[in-house]
């Protein structure tokens, strides 16, 4: 690196919450003030090894030049988040940063996969898969959930939370599944959605990662959060994010940006304090709740 161009370092408090302040600050000063910031914004954004283009896109149609922080108002002039080359871009670092992912629920057959994503509303992967292996030993079969009633599977899963209305619908759909489907769980979404428990989250898994179907987007609690920080969408509905996402990420790639985007938010890019420094998306990303900045954060770019 050449002398001088020392890279932003983040602060101890792993926030940044003046950036945006600052700026303001430095466009109101002297002509020689703003080319330094300009200066500090090129020394910052080519410090991460996928930045350099990185840069252009996310300032394409962007300009900070006016001095105004682009945060300030709901539609920045000329900017648009969900254009084309930005999706791409940032589906571009996703697939550098997570390559070969695939669904953290451990599972061995459809049926497993199904009962696993029920259980997995409002609990953790890690605390699901620490149930299942012992659940599905007791119970090998879709026809032997379905010969239980929803008390009997109350204690198996517990600790995942909510067990009663978990219970309820894993031995409702196995029921179902049984009864309807000849003991098979359908590759369709509108017959999954049939199946107590199973909306369009737990259908999307269950055809994606099980069958390799790509009849929709997965949106969890993650994909909810970083899509909107990332402002691909603005809606807070899952069905209406969902259909955002169909519309701009490419239908060959709805499965893995499902998954990359979990790992995401499992991995860097957490509810509270994302952990932006180490983000391959960073200068690309205006999220107003960053914990650290190269470029303007935009207000309503939020979870
Ligand atoms: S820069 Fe921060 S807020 Fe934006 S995607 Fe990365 S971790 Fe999330």
């Not at 080359?85 to 997570?98: G, H, N, P, S």
């Amino acid at each position: 690196m050449p002398r001088g161009m020392v890279p932003r370092q983040p602060a101890r408090t792993g926030r940044q919450d003046k950036v945006r302040v600052a700026r303001t600050l430095l466009s109101a000063k002297s002509g020689q003030r703003q080319s330094a910031s300009r200066q500090d914004d090129r020394v910052n954004t080519n410090a991460h090894p996928s930045r350099g283009k990185a840069s252009a896109v996310a300032l394409k149609g962007h300009s900070n030049a006016s001095g105004k922080p682009a945060g300030s108002s709901a539609k920045i002039k000329g900017y648009n988040p969900v254009a084309p080359d930005r999706v791409a871009e940032i589906l571009k670092r996703l697939d550098q940063m997570y390559p070969d992912v695939t669904c953290a629920l451990t599972h061995a057959s459809a049926w497993e996969l199904v009962v696993a994503t029920i259980l997995s509303a409002q609990s953790t992967d890690v605390n699901v898969n620490r149930v299942t292996p012992e659940l599905f030993r007791k119970y090998p079969t879709v026809a032997a959930f379905a010969a239980l009633t929803p008390e009997q599977l109350e204690p198996d899963v517990r600790s995942t939370g909510f067990f009663r209305n978990k219970s309820k619908s894993v031995v409702g759909a196995a029921k179902k599944i049984v009864a309807e489907f000849g003991g098979e769980v359908p590759k369709d979404m509108e017959k999954l959605l049939t199946l107590p428990g199973v909306a369009r989250k737990t259908a999307n898994v269950v055809l994606g990662t099980w069958f390799k179907i790509a009849d929709g987007v997965v949106v969890d609690t993650h994909v909810h959060r970083i899509t909107r920080r990332l402002e691909l969408t603005t809606q807070n509905d899952p069905q209406k994010i969902e259909q955002d996402l169909m519309r701009i990420v490419p239908r060959e790639k709805w499965i893995l940006f499902s998954h990359q985007i979990i790992w995401h938010g499992r991995k860097l890019c957490i509810a509270r304090k994302p952990k932006c420094a180490d983000c391959a998306l960073e200068n690309i990303c205006h999220a107003a709740d960053k914990t650290w900045s190269t470029v303007e954060m935009h207000k309503n770019a939020k979870a």
